[in-house]
């Protein structure tokens, strides 16, 4: 049996994203840049970018619901972090 790489396997991750909510409240006002880096070296799925303008952007789709965001951040940048409600969310198909 083949070994996959990290990457092979979280792409055969399914998500049944929620769009239109977010189970994860962000402040994208923050301005304390050791945070922000906390966060954009910490999260697998690169759910949180700065853009060119400096300013954090936060996106829940493609989440894989680790909560390392939510350990680190909870209080700071992270304002509440819940998991998606009901059969929403990513489905793991690999471990
Ligand atoms: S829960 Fe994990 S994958 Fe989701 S935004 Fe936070 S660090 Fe990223």
Known sequence: MKKLSIDDKLGLDMFHTDELNSHIQVNKECKDQEEIRKLLLACPAECYKVDEAGNLQF?????????????????????DWNYPMGTKGVFYRQG
């Open 59 to 79: 996106s829940h789709l493609g989440c894989l619901e680790c909560g390392t965001c939510r350990v680190l951040s909870l209080g700071k940048v992270v304002e």
